[in-house]
């Protein structure tokens, strides 16, 4: 199999060649033509019927090349099915040391002689940034892809689009550092304005100190979901037919109308795709909140107090002096967030399929 | 009143600008933002509750309110309800570049504090805490490694993947590995670090390594692999989908057998979409940190050999330093981020450049 790369870029001339003699009728029957070059070879030899034609044999190239590709499609299956088997396999004996109950139990010393450690806190961490992030996050980011699709400019849309899609690959470790020396200031001024005026509210409550609290860390997550959630969304608004927007102009619809009645029902789909993936991000989120949460245990709906943490966070700061037992717990944190992650990723996915049906929108 | 006396006429007189919808003036959109930050330092400094950071937040929930007022009055609700829509959608973006343009505007400015040859040269090894020398060659070479391994461990199978679930899969067990591909991308960072570590680092490696734990880059380069596989996959499928079934019609005419269609007219044709969709995974391996914090350990030294020993890696370098506790740590950071986001967006821009130049893209 080493060779199968070198040989198609070697053909890579003779391929290109094809296309362009091929192109006008190409692009326009593709669709059609799709279907029946699937039906044409239940065989699966690539050859057209006729007694004339050499017969599939058992054991050729052909069966050779297809079951390669079987096989590493099976091991997406077998990969999915390893991170569970393998994280369950070396949870399962700290979790059996545990003196007290996993889910309850509100902190974290997996390393002492009697291992006491509970998930209850961090999960709930967990969830609470990721959620505040996205309140925070999504509805900004719809609006910077409307403004970047339909307000802006289309030359300012373009070049922004491209910057903002530039920004969507930065790493997490930088928006972490960022957020820790720069962003941490001013957001402590906020935590003690906000809790002078509305310590009555129990969000904003506590005496302090203020500043590496979860109101840090989701928005410090906000930021960085941002750019992912627009990117995607823009895309998908770029993508509604313009007959359907001139239709609802020519019926004398305002933008704001035209874009509630044409935009936002055709992109519903990838704007829930695009959501669920910030989510999937903002969970799995390690160093940025890891480099800005004040890591405390405890649950807690304080924003603006030190303290917060997450699974991953937690992960990673306690990572490196963990022991056997450490690091079966730290598993077994993981475990829980693997399946948090794999329960949204699949509820998102259905959506999706399912609403693939009525609107043919590439999500 | 004037209404009431037109309105049971058969026919209004024609005044000419009752033709066109009274619309406001096109001075009251400043002239209201003004007369609200006036309002909201009024209020603010008034009652001194704050600085000028609230003048301007009270100042634009005024101001909304006051355009919605005044549209209102002169233009309607479905033009008012329109305008107050475009203010806060315009007022979004400018929400979102704020904290992103202090984002890259603290990394060039911070970054090019370090951005000197020995940081580039130099590894952290023997550089106490009070020694503003160090750098990152370490932590450079550890990064190539990984992704470069990484690289070469997903790309075929990525790519035989996805032609599998575009050319041979059919029924229920494609689907099943479609939809287990979709899950996949949304599996985070730190998990397949802990498989990784459960897998290999704490199983599989001590059989040829007596008996310890080994952690190592290759360890590293095998969570980034299972992270970029789901990326890969999808990009190539699209791209697979997107040839022209002429082509493969064609091909089949001349008595190709499917395999030699796939490697030498599909493939082919498909290849500059290909190349962007694992560009663009491989800068998005580049950055992770909490795989290689998990299962390469890091390190000070420099180590070139991915199979044995702590290797560090770019994102790792940065983690450390920002929680280092010498007061040039902060510096060390900041220049190892700027390379990092440099080596990213070269890699982001470049894959981005060839889609645009791909015929077959949407």
Not at chain 2, 49 to 66: K, Q
Request: proline share 6%; charged share 15%.
């Amino acid at each position: 199999m080493g060779e199968t790369p070198h040989r198609s870029a070697d053909a890579g001339t003779g391929g290109t060649r094809v296309t362009e003699s091929h192109e006008w009728p190409a692009g326009a029957s593709a669709r059609v033509a799709e279907a029946p070059v699937s039906t044409r070879t239940p065989g699966g030899t690539g050859l057209g019927g006729g007694g004339a034609l050499p017969r599939s044999r058992k054991f050729g190239a052909e069966r050779a090349f297809r079951g390669l590709t079987l096989a590493a499609g099976t091991a997406v299956l077998v990969i999915i099915a390893a991170i569970a088997v393998f994280l369950v396999a070396k949870a399962t004996p700290a979790l059996r040391a545990n003196t007290e109950n996993f889910w309850t139990f509100e902190g974290w010393f997996p390393n002492d002689a009697e291992p006491k450690f509970g998930i209850g806190a961090l999960a709930f961490g967990t969830v609470l940034t990721a959620a505040l992030a996205l309140l925070v996050a999504v509805p900004i980011a719809l609006g910077i892809a409307l403004y970047l699709s339909h307000y802006a400019p289309r030359r300012l849309g373009t070049t922004l689009g491209f910057l903002i899609d530039l920004l969507a690959a930065v790493p997490s470790v930088v928006f972490g550092l960022w957020g820790r020396e720069v962003f941490l200031k001013p957001v402590q001024d906020l935590s003690v304005w906000l809790n002078k005026y509305f310590s009555w509210i129990p969000l904003f409550g506590g005496d302090g100190p203020f500043g590496k609290s979860i109101l840090l860390g989701s928005l410090v997550l906000a930021i960085m979901v941002l750019p992912i959630i627009t990117s995607l969304s823009r895309e998908v608004f770029l993508q509604t037919p313009t007959a359907n927007e001139e239709a609802a102009l020519a019926l004398g619809a305002t933008q704001w109308e035209t874009i509630r009645t044409a935009v936002l029902p055709y992109g519903r789909p990838g704007i829930i795709a695009a959501v669920m993936l910030g989510l999937g991000r903002a969970l799995g989120e390690t160093i940025a909140l890891a480099m800005t949460l004040g890591i405390t245990f405890g649950i807690s709906f304080n924003l603006i107090e030190n303290g917060g943490n997450s699974i991953a966070a937690n992960i990673a700061n306690t990572f490196g002096e963990a022991n056997e037992t450490g690091r079966g717990a730290l598993i077994a944190s993981g475990l829980v967030l693997f399946a948090i992650t794999l329960i949204v990723n699949i509820t998102a996915r259905v959506i999706i399929y399912r609403r693939r049906e009525f609107t043919e929108s590439a999500a | 009143m004037s209404t009431t006396v037109t309105s049971h006429r058969p026919r209004p007189p024609a005044e000419p600008t009752s033709l066109r919808a009274r619309r406001l003036p096109a001075y009251t959109a400043p002239a209201v933002a003004v007369a609200a930050l006036a309002l909201a330092a009024a209020i603010v400094y008034g009652a001194g509750i704050g600085g000028p950071v609230l003048v301007v937040v009270l100042g634009a929930v005024l101001y909304l309110a006051g355009l919605f007022a005044a549209a209102n009055a002169v233009e309607g609700r479905r033009s008012a309800r329109n305008r107050t829509w475009s203010a806060l959608i315009h007022s979004a973006f400018v929400l979102a570049v704020l904290p992103l343009a202090s984002v890259v505007w603290t990394l060039f400015s911070k970054g090019a504090e370090r951005l000197d040859v020995n940081f580039f040269q130099t590894s952290m090894n023997n550089i106490g805490a009070r020694d503003p020398e160090g750098g990152a060659y370490h932590a450079i070479v550890g990064t190539l490694e990984q992704v470069g391994i990484a690289t070469l461990i997903t790309v075929p199978l990525g790519i035989l993947c996805a032609i599998y679930i575009v050319e041979y899969g059919r029924g229920r067990f494609a689907f099943a590995i479609r939809f287990f591909v979709d899950v996949m991308t949304g599996i985070p960072s730190i998990v397949t670090g802990l498989f990784v570590l459960a897998f290999w680092v704490l199983i599989v490696s001590p059989w040829f390594n007596d008996g310890r734990p080994g952690f190592s880059g290759f360890a590293a380069a095998l969570a980034l692999a299972v992270l970029m596989l789901p990326t890969i996959v999808r990009s190539t499928e699209e791209m697979l989908r997107l040839v022209p079934a002429p082509l493969r019609e064609g091909a089949y005419a001349l008595g190709v057998p499917k395999w030699k269609t796939i490697l030498r007219v599909v493939l082919p044709t498909a290849l500059p979409g290909i190349v962007t969709g694992v560009m663009l995974a491989i800068a998005r391996a580049a950055g992770e940190t909490a795989p290689v914090l998990l299962v390469a350990g890091g390190g000070a030294a420099i180590n070139t050999n991915p199979f044995e020993n702590n290797q560090s890696s770019l994102a790792l370098f940065v983690y450390q330093q920002a929680g280092d506790a010498s007061r040039y740590a902060p510096a060390r950071a900041w220049t190892a981020a700027l390379t990092l986001v440099t080596l990213v967006l070269i890699l982001t821009i470049a894959a981005k450049l060839l889609a645009r130049r791909n015929r077959l893209s949407r």
